[in-house]
């Protein structure tokens, strides 16, 4: 039997790690002040599926001692790598055009924030930091058993904090704050995508060598 304390854990757990700042947070901000909290809303519920399959597979590590081999991780890591930095090269070389908008405008927010959230490297990392924090209380209740319901119960968490973050990057005060400096901003957004993404590649690195000799 899980207890209800269990299940708050994991849910705390999925709404800490949605409204941790970072790629996804960056990204939604732009597009919900750039073209509205409905861009915004399908940006990130197109996200959800990044948030389920990471926070997934940091439960599936944490309950069965990493029964994925972590070259696995390594190949995702080096990948995600790549496209963050794609996207970080595309938002620093943003201009404005004539009509005085942003150039960077995202056609398919559903779609793109699926991509982005399925190869965005801070899911698997930051999912395990987070659920193991906030669940290291009740280790003797981790089995295979409660695994589908943890991950129910931190996907409502996931929900909450998507929710939050869309009245955030929609309200109106930010909107005009973000149109004014809109450049600067997804320029230097861009900056920090490029950090993370070398730091997805970097951190991934030792582990494709190693598994390349052992091989």
Known sequence: MI???LLAASAVAGAIYTLTPGPGFLMLLGIGAAQGRRAGAGFIFGHFAGDLLWS????????????IGPLVFDVLGLV?????????????????????AAAQVVRRPL?????????????????VA?????????STELTWDSLP??????????????CVLVLIAGAARVRHL???????????SGLLFLGFAAAAVLNAAPGLRRGFRSS
């Open 130 to 138: 987070t659920f193991t924090a906030l669940l290291a209380g009740h």
């Open 56 to 67: 997934s597979l940091a439960l599936l590590a944490i309950v069965g001692a990493h029964a």
């Open 178 to 188: 973000y149109r004014r400096h809109e450049v600067w901003i997804v320029r230097a």
């Open 80 to 100: 995600c790598g790549f496209y963050l930095g794609w996207l970080g090269l595309r938002a620093v070389r943003v201009h404005r055009r004539t009509d005085g």
């Open 111 to 127: 779609l793109r924030g699926m991509a982005f959230g399925l190869t965005n490297p801070k899911g698997y990392p930051v999912a």
């Open 149 to 162: 319901v943890l991950v129910l119960a931190a996907s409502v968490g996931f929900l909450t904090g998507d």
């Open 3 to 5: 207890s209800p304390s």
